[in-house]
């Protein structure tokens, strides 16, 4: 019959066996450079070369390797240059008050410096340390009328004198005159050689006209006292602010006082306590009186130094002043708060309670002279470790 239609593709076979290679075919052209391939296994190590190669290119750092054993401690290096100064630290907080250092040495006298204005008067100090031992003085004055002697011989009639009052000078010169006519008499005292009388009849008038000079013009020395330090600035109009004598009652010598005078403020007689912890300013009660008599206006300051201990205002109870502490003057007035005779306060630092030492000042200012000086406080705390003071007596100053 007739050939028929193609027939539909079968189904692939079964693979062949592999056949055995065939002959080399015959090289062909050059192909294309085909991609760099990966990088292959590290061959082995070729033979060590004759010759020396050129020095590579310097290779990567390599990873850190472990911490080498401590070495042994090295030689002291040199001393290295000063750094600069570092920054200024921060203000620290404010310390604790220190306690009051050993007196240093007395420093050199500086220059001059420009005059400052005038400030107000200030309270009067309490006296320095006495000064040491200074260059010996020139010869002093005559001292006080011996025991009286044996009576000498009469002298001669003197000249008849002029008909007025002559004074005390004109009158130790005309009794030196007679002294001098007396050595010419023919006198004889077998006791005392006429010489030895005329030396002291001469020492005797010596000795009246500095002791009614001293009276005229006082000095302020214990022989010598004043009433009161203005009667110094009455008889002279240029004194220095110093410690003179006193005696207020014009007594004998014995009960005189030394006192501070301060003339800038017209002649203030300062009487300073005996120590400045005690109330005791070593005078007795006449001659205070008397101080008191001669005065018009006085003045003193207290000052009590305290640790977590309120002494006038405390604002922690309903009465901040009712545990004040109360004063007695010489006369007995009592100074405390809330009265007519409160006490001036410069400074009240022991209101603060801080753990520190505070101190409150007061000052007592009176035309009633007879108040002054401060006698006795009251009202004042049992000292135990969390609650201290110390007290400071200012002197007393009467103008």
């Not at 028929?4 to 075919?25: F, I």
């Not at 040491?132 to 020139?138: D, F, L, M, N, Q």
């Not at 077998?190 to 002291?200: N, R, S």
């Not at 401060?374 to 103008?399: D, N, W």
């Amino acid at each position: 019959g007739d050939l028929g239609d193609t027939g539909l593709v079968g189904l692939a076979g079964t693979p062949g066996p592999r056949g055995a290679p065939g002959q080399p075919g015959v090289v062909g052209d050059r192909g294309q450079k085909g991609p760099k391939g990966e990088k292959g296994l590290p061959g082995q190590p070729g033979l060590q070369g004759n010759l020396r190669g050129r020095a590579g290119v310097q290779g990567d750092q390599g990873t850190f390797g472990e911490p080498g054993l401590k070495g042994q401690k090295g030689d002291d290096g040199d001393r290295g240059l000063m750094g600069f100064p570092g920054f200024q630290g921060p203000k620290g907080p404010v310390g604790d008050i220190g306690y009051k250092g050993i007196q240093g040495p007395k420093g050199p006298m500086g220059s001059f410096g420009n005059s400052g204005p005038f400030g107000p008067t200030g309270i009067i100090g309490p006296a320095g340390k006495p000064g040491p031992k200074g260059v010996k003085g020139a010869r002093g004055e005559m001292g006080p009328e011996g025991p009286r002697g044996q009576p000498g011989p009469p002298g001669p009639p003197g000249t008849p004198g002029p008909l007025r009052h002559a004074d005390i000078n004109a009158a130790i010169q005309a009794l030196i005159a007679s002294n001098e006519a007396l050595q010419f008499e023919n006198y004889q005292n077998t006791d005392v050689p006429l010489v030895e009388q005329g030396m002291e009849i001469f020492k005797t008038l010596h000795y009246l006209s500095s002791l009614m000079q001293n009276i005229k013009n006082p000095l302020g020395t214990k022989q010598h006292p004043v009433r009161i330090c203005r009667d110094l600035l009455n008889c002279e109009s240029k004194l220095s602010n110093d410690k003179y004598w006193i005696d207020p009652n014009l007594g004998c010598s014995s009960d005189t006082i030394e006192v501070f005078c301060n003339f800038n403020t017209g002649g203030q007689t300062c009487l300073h306590p005996v120590t400045t912890s005690k109330l005791d300013f070593g005078i007795g009660k006449v001659q205070m009186n008397f101080l008191h008599l001669l005065s018009s206006e006085a003045i003193q300051t207290v000052t009590i130094h305290c640790l977590n201990f309120p002494v006038w205002k405390n604002s922690t109870n309903k009465d901040p002043f009712a545990n004040s502490i109360h004063f007695r003057g010489w006369n007995g007035q009592i100074f405390k708060a809330n009265t007519v005779f409160q006490p001036k306060v410069i400074r009240d630092g022991c209101k603060i309670q801080d753990g520190t030492w505070q101190q409150t000042q007061f000052v007592f200012n009176t035309q009633v002279v007879s108040q002054l000086p401060i006698v006795e406080i009251h009202k004042l705390p049992h000292i135990t470790s969390a609650k201290q003071y110390r007290i400071e007596i200012g002197p007393v100053c009467f103008l």
